[in-house]
């Protein structure tokens, strides 16, 4: 039966159907407009993120110590803006325009990771966040790739694989300079000072204080709590962190015997919360510079506009 032959319950019961056989909902497909909604808000803060996450190691570019650095820096960056694009497209299936969608982030009104309002001021910060901030959204994004809406799984799957790399990039940034000299190990030993809470922030307030998360799962966009997941990038980053012979900046940090799992310290939520609301460091500054970038890019879409309208009109004349 075609959905538009169906009643709405009858929609409604398809959809269901579809979410509880791990199916997948595509962008013709009926589905309610709480979940249509949910969808891009996520999708449009996660392409939101991937752009403006360009601008601190933007900063980095310029000053790599090495070519070789220099150029795997560049092709990460340029990755990340790759993501942005598909998350964007996959968000337009739902019918929400970009230039909507890039307005809102322009103005201010769109969220985006509070991650990247945190400044880039070392070199071994392009480390922390490859090893850090890249190692927590793959943890986070690896369940997007199982998320019930097909676009969005399609693209996470490819960005998965981009932000493996990533990760790997930063972890052997650190590497070196933690079996440095003790200079270089103590700039190691600051980012990660200054990076670990903020990444953890990354996860999103805890279970309890998390509005959507609820609902997110039952619709299985996403598959995992965020304390559960904030839980699984502790686990696994700690070891790393010993094998680096790097100290996580946490005196509460332990291993507990009985849950299999570190125990840790308070998440300062306070810090979080007034990052999110514009207030952290670099907030004017990230949104400064993509206003900069929007407007310097004008002739590029007026030229790619002039472009596609020549070729709609050549081929009408054909
Ligand atoms: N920062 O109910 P909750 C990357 C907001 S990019 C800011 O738990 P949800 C990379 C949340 O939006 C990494 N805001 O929400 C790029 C909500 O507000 P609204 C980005 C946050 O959606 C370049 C409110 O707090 N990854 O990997 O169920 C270089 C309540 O939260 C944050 C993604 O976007 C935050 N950290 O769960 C390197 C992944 N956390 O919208 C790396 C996709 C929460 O109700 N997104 N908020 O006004 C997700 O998985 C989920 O949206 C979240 C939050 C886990 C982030």
Redesign the pocket.
Known sequence: MQFRTMTAQQQQERFEAIIEAEGKVEPKDWMPEAYRKTLI??IS??AH??VV??LP?GRWITRAPSLRRKVALLAKIQD?GG?GLYLYSAAETLGVSREDMVSDLLTGKA??????NYPTITWADIGA?GWL??GA?IV??IM?QKASFGPYSRAMIRICKE?SF?QRQGYEIILKLAQGTPEQKELAQDALNRWWWPSL?????NDDA????AQ?MAWKI?RIS?DDLRQKFIDQTVPQANFLGLTIPDPDLKWNEERKAYDFGEIDWEE?FNV?KGNGPCNKERLRDRQEAHANGEWVREAASAYAAKKAERKEAA
């Open positions: 808000r996520q803060q996660h993120s991937e996450g360009m190691e990340e993501h969220k985006y990771s509070s991650i990247f966040v901030v890249d959204a986070n994004q997007l932000e990533h922030m990354m996860f999103g307030p998390s509005p959507n998360s997110s996403k965020n979080f999110v």
